[in-house]
């Protein structure tokens, strides 16, 4: 079995004869292969089919039927959509002959309507941004999210084109010039105080007079950006060349609250139009927990008072010094470290409960490989020995080897003063 993160990028576009990116073929022993539905956010590449069209499901893509929805005849196309998932899991199993490509149906003509994608915006040192549908984030830290619609095609309905008309007359559907677009934001309780909102269309930013900002609005949201797009064409901030393909941003930061524990949060979105509105889109943000138990080697029992550091090494192998983490086990032995972000962290034993010998082992935790994929709980076991008791067998054989050596000691004193005395006499 292979296991991908959700912002791996598979590129196989290129098969001679069929499976561009799912190829199973039926082995000795019956070959299968379980795996699950595209991306939301999956587009085709382009340098193949020339199509950077989005992706919506898993397509025939067999040998002398290969997959294709771009042709001018009807009979020239074969787009044939995989549809074996199960409801419960969202995964399917395919055992034999299967060729697959992810990819779209034949499209269909139509006017474009707004649509929404949601993202969580990663950026490193060197400024590069990077979009993705799942991020690891500590408990505390902020998240950037990036809200995504269009400059809809069928705004050209709701404006007026004469130049000396004023600017609220009645359009082509006999209404005012308003076409109202919210962008609608739902956030788990996890997440708490959203920030620096930016609006965008294209490269312009809005200024607040532009748009509105609710906060927890009546709805189920945490808060709603409204725009009049019919108004910002009237004002030239959307132009006749930007109908149907101009992007329209929202980018916020938010923060995921001190205390949360280990689990998968969502933050979903979704924008509404004049008698309708968009489906909803989610990305995720995960938080780890280390659990540790400490336990006497003999009898499993839980120890308390054992003392720990847990770090974590930058790239030359020292530790961190403000990831150091000062641990005592409790009553019934265990640690649990929570709200942790992805990454190695490294566990040692620096005191060990009384009548047990501390250990000088380092344990490396790395997470979330190490973590529950259904959990993100990472589960440590850390054992002791006792130090031998006063009167046990340790020490009793400790005396008894010392009585040894005094006796051996005497023998040899005796010896060596009567061999004194003989040479003396």
Same mark, same amino acid.
């Given at each position: 079995?292979?296991?991908? &993160?959700? !912002?791996? @990028?598979? $590129? ?12 199973? =073929?039926? /082995? ?123 400059? &809809?095609? !069928?705004? @050209?309905? $709701? ?12 359009? =082509?559907? /006999? ?251």
């Amino acid at each position: 079995m292979v296991t991908l &993160p959700a !912002n791996a @990028k598979i $590129y196989n576009n290129h098969a001679l004869t069929g499976g561009d990116d799912i190829y199973v =073929a039926q /082995g000795v022993s019956g070959a299968s292969l379980t795996f699950g539905k595209v991306g939301s956010k999956w587009r085709l590449d382009g340098d193949y089919e020339e199509c950077t069209d989005k992706i919506d499901g898993w397509y025939d893509d067999t040998e002398n039927a290969r997959w294709e929805a771009h042709e001018t005849t009807a009979d020239a196309n074969h787009a044939v959509e995989f549809t074996g998932f199960s409801e419960e899991t969202g995964l399917a199993t395919v055992r034999g002959l299967h060729s697959l490509k992810a990819a779209h149906g034949i499209p269909q003509e139509k006017i474009s309507y707004p649509g929404l994608e949601k993202s969580i915006v990663l950026t490193d040192e060197s400024g590069t941004q990077t979009e993705v549908e799942r991020d690891d984030v500590a408990a505390g830290d902020s998240v950037d999210f990036k809200l995504e619609s269009n400059v &809809p095609e !069928n705004l @050209k309905d $709701y404006i007026t084109y004469s130049a000396d008309a004023p600017e609220i007359v009645p359009n =082509a559907l /006999g209404q005012a010039n308003e076409y109202i677009l919210i962008f609608h934001d739902e956030m788990n309780e996890a997440f708490v105080n959203p920030r620096g909102f930016e609006v965008k269309i294209g490269d312009i930013e809005l200024n607040d007079s532009q748009y509105t900002l609710t906060q927890n609005p009546e709805d189920a949201c945490d808060f709603e950006i409204s725009l009049n797009l019919a108004a910002l064409y009237n004002a030239g901030v959307i132009t006749e060349a930007d109908l149907g393909v101009t992007p329209i941003t929202v980018t916020y930061t938010a923060t995921l609250k001190e205390g949360t524990t280990a689990g998968t949060y969502e933050n979903t979105a979704w924008v509404s139009y004049p008698s309708n509105e968009s489906e909803k889109d989610t990305v995720n943000v995960d938080t780890y927990q280390i659990k540790i138990f400490k336990y006497d080697q003999a009898d499993n029992a839980g120890l308390e008072g054992a003392r720990f550091e847990l770090y974590q090494k930058d790239t030359e192998g020292a530790v961190i010094d403000d990831s150091v983490m000062e641990l005592t086990s409790g009553e019934d032995g265990y640690i649990v470290v929570d709200g942790l972000d992805a990454g190695t962290y490294y566990l040692k034993e620096t005191e060990a409960p009384n009548g047990y010998v501390c250990s000088e082992t380092e344990l490396s935790i790395i997470l979330p490989e190490n973590a529950d994929q259904t959990t993100n709980i990472a589960n440590v076991k850390f054992a002791n020995s006792e130090i031998p008791n006063t009167g046990g067998t340790g020490t009793r054989m400790y005396m008894i080897v010392g009585g040894v050596i005094v006796i051996a000691a005497g023998l040899l004193l005796i010896i060596s003063r009567r061999s004194r005395k003989n040479q003396a006499s």
